[in-house]
Structure formats: C-alpha cells, structure tokens
C-alpha cells in the first residue's frame, strides 16, 4: 500500500478497540505494517482479518501489559520478526478506580502502575534497540490531562500517568543523539470505553470520536516531524489543525 507510512513499521498496543483502533487503522489507511499489540487476541485478530482485506500489512501479537513476562515474550516476537520499529505508540491502559486517595485500594494502584508505568518501561527496555535501527523513530506516549491537572478521584490513574510522563521525557533525554523523537499526546475527553466508565452519566454523543484525532498520531509518526518533548492537547490541535 502506498501512503505516508508506507515502509514504516509501527507496533500499537491496546489496539483492539477505541483510541488504538483507530490509530492502527490510520496507520494501515497510510501504508505502515502495523504490529497489533493487546491481550484480547480474539478481538485482534478480528482487527487484524479487516485491515488485511483492505491490503494492510498486519502482525498480531498477544500482550498482557499485566504480565512481565508476556511484555518480554512479545517484544522477542517483535524483534525476531522485523529488524527495525519505525513507530512506537503507547496506548493501552488501566483506568484504575474512582476512589479518593486517603482510601484507594492498594492491589488496584499497583495493578495500574504495572499497565500504565512498568509494562511501558519494559517495553521501552525491549524495543530500544529496534528504534534505535530506524532512520527516524518516533515514540508516542498517551497521556491525559489529569496528569498535569488534580482532580478528585482519580486516583491511581492520574498518577501513573503522571509517572508514565516522566519516564517518557528521561527515556527522550537519554535517546538525545539518535534520531528517535519522543512526544505526548492528552486524547481528552473521546467518545471510548474507558470514558464511559469514567464518567458513566456523560452522554457519549457529545464526545469527538477516536477516529477524529488518528491524524494527528499520523503527523507525530512521519519521519519529518521533528517535534520533541511535546505535550499535545487533542482538542486544541483539532482546533487549530496548525501543529505540522
């Protein structure tokens, strides 16, 4: 397929639904070979069966982000099947839950530390290499504002994400003279699962959709962007469309 991803090589992770989804199938709309990432493996393999009847290059692989050792078992996979990784994109997460912090439960804020902040950092440890290979690797973190922003009741997810940044921006630093390019992107408040189960009583239909902002993670993965270090607010960039 032709496109402006066309030989580019980009892995996405909780790619079977909402934001990833979408992403995954801009990729493949754009040419890249999509390495499809998340422990859902019927539902990825289902994503993977559509994008390939539309002439997609597609690779499945099966990662339970709450498991070190199936991290490591897919980044071998990856790595024994293609010899370069053009595009990273972080997007799988745990949500956590909606408790206030003098009460959150412990076995919960471990749980979304391991998918939202240790999963990422094996991964990173497991694919650096393959980055590195790249003429132009690009790593996009997702992120969200209540990172920046307290608000009561987020608990675990907010501060992983938080962290989650803060690994992103050392890993951005200590990869400064390769051409890899590291940036963040907050979706905002999307019309996704995770949303719905964060806010149940929002009405859905009101939100932007996860196909609406998957240009923009096209323009963050193009060897000729140079953005670095950036922290991306999706709906400002939908605003101003003005970021490339």
């Not at 923009?216 to 469309?241: M, R, T």
């Amino acid at each position: 397929m032709s496109g402006r991803l066309a030989g580019r090589v980009a892995l996405i992770t909780g790619a079977n639904r909402g934001i990833g989804l979408a992403i995954a199938q801009e990729y493949a709309r754009e040419g890249a070979t999509c390495i499809l990432a998340a422990r859902n493996l019927a539902a990825l393999k289902k994503v993977a069966a559509d994008l390939t009847a539309t002439g997609a290059k597609v690779v499945v692989v099966e990662l339970d982000q709450e498991s070190d050792d199936s991290i490591r078992a897919a980044t071998q996979e990856i790595a024994r099947q293609f010899p370069k990784l053009d595009i990273f994109v972080a997007n799988a997460a745990s949500l956590g839950a909606r408790k206030p912090i003098i009460s959150y439960p412990m076995d919960t804020w471990r749980q979304t530390f391991q998918v939202n902040v240790h999963a990422n950092l094996l991964l990173l440890q497991g694919l650096d290499a393959l980055l590195k290979k790249s003429d132009a690797g690009r790593v996009i973190i997702l992120s969200a504002q209540v990172a920046t922003v307290a608000k009561a009741g987020t608990g675990s997810y907010a501060v992983s994400k938080a962290a989650l940044e803060s690994l992103a921006r050392v890993y951005m630093i200590e990869a400064k003279d390769t051409p890899i390019r590291v940036n963040t992107v907050s979706p905002m408040a999307t019309r996704t699962k995770m949303r719905a189960d964060a806010a149940p009583s929002e009405d859905p239909m009101t939100l932007k959709t996860p196909e609406s902002i998957a240009p923009l993670f096209v323009a963050l993965a193009l060897p000729s962007c140079e953005l670095q270090g950036e922290w991306i607010n999706a709906d400002k960039w939908l605003a101003s469309k003005k970021l490339m």
